[in-house]
């Protein structure tokens, strides 16, 4: 019994040896770059669009884990700069006699994105 023991612990110490070839995605490790997102501007009629599209561009980018972002414009590898320039919401699916209730709506954003690649001087 104490040999089929020891034949068990081998490869359990040679897997614990060798180690699997994981690789974290946080930027903290890896050495990724950092991005800075300018507040979006918003010029459309919609008021509330620019804080979520802002929100959820911020938070595509965390979830992904490949960039740091940072607060600081001089800190960033990257820059991105978003404008909204137009916004129209439509009825999607609505019934012909109930002219008040609509099942669905069909959201268009024309949106300009700049990025830029920041490089430092020497």
């Not at 930027?27 to 919609?46: D, F, M, W």
């Not at 802002?54 to 884990?65: F, P």
Request: aromatic content about 14%; proline content about 4%.
């Amino acid at each position: 019994m104490n040999k089929f023991f020891f034949w068990l612990q081998i490869p359990f110490i040679y897997i614990l040896l060798s180690g699997c070839k994981y690789k974290s995605t946080d930027p903290r490790y890896s050495g990724e770059k950092c991005v800075y997102i300018e507040v979006v501007q918003n010029h459309t009629l919609a008021p509330q669009i620019g804080s979520l599209v802002g929100h959820k561009l911020r938070e595509h980018i965390l979830r992904r884990g490949h960039f740091n972002i940072v607060s600081n414009p001089k800190k960033g590898d990257f820059f991105v700069q978003i404008i909204l320039k137009n916004y129209t919401k439509n009825s999607e699916i609505f019934d012909p006699e109930d002219t008040i209730i609509a099942s669905g709506f069909r959201l268009n954003i024309t949106q300009w994105l700049l990025f830029q690649i920041v490089m430092e001087s020497f």
